[in-house]
């Protein structure tokens, strides 16, 4: 395995950027694109590979992004895992669900394949879901701590030259799907009702 991670001179494989890429983080088209020519080529022997380290490489041509995720584990066998599990505040998952919903209004209404929304849009749809607060400025403060949050996990980007500006990047529909929507729409729906008997007991 190691010759197919390496060429002559010791000189980086196609093979071996690929992987290096998706241990790092995901893998997208239209920011990675000669990786993703690599990844296309390479791809029977990268899944290969990450198969022997317990992951599975998951690629969607159709969107444009792969990623690595950790296999499920059958039995009680202890498997050290390479990909964490990340623990979300509440606040930051409702914003991936709104997100991942904006996302499914935008798909089934537009032919473009961008999502693009404006830090003022984010803010607005998030302030739906926090606690009323007579300090806006530190309201809107909080709501920029969870959109850095999200950021950081990759589902979005900040347009290069529009700090305010963020594209909803689309390997948000691999993460956040139909069941785990209705779940936390339960959630949810407890959360607000909690909030409005704490507003009205004020």
Not at 113 to 136: A, H, K, W, Y
């Amino acid at each position: 395995m190691t010759e197919l991670l390496s060429g002559t001179n010791d000189e980086p494989t196609g093979l071996s950027l690929v992987l290096i890429q998706l241990m790092k983080g995901p893998l997208y088209r239209d920011t990675h694109e000669k990786l993703w020519g690599h990844l296309l080529e390479v791809r029977h022997q990268a899944s290969d590979y990450v198969a022997t380290l317990g992951l599975n490489a998951i690629i969607d041509e159709a969107e444009g992004y792969a990623y690595l995720r950790s296999r499920p584990i059958e039995d009680d066998a202890e498997f050290p895992r390479l990909v964490a599990r990340r623990a979300l505040s509440f606040h930051v998952s409702v914003l991936l669900a709104v997100l991942r919903k904006r996302l499914a209004e935008f798909d089934a209404s537009s032919a473009e394949t961008r999502l693009i929304i404006s830090r003022d849009q984010i803010v607005e749809m998030l302030r739906l879901f926090m606690p009323d607060s007579s300090n806006d400025a530190r309201l809107v403060d909080a709501i920029d701590a969870h959109i850095n949050k999200v950021v950081e996990l990759g589902f979005l980007r900040r347009l290069r030259d529009e700090r305010d500006l963020f594209e909803v990047r689309r390997i948000l529909k691999a993460y956040v799907d139909g069941q785990w929507l209705s779940e936390f729409d339960a959630r949810l729906d407890e959360y607000l009702a909690e909030l409005d008997h704490a507003e009205g007991s004020d």
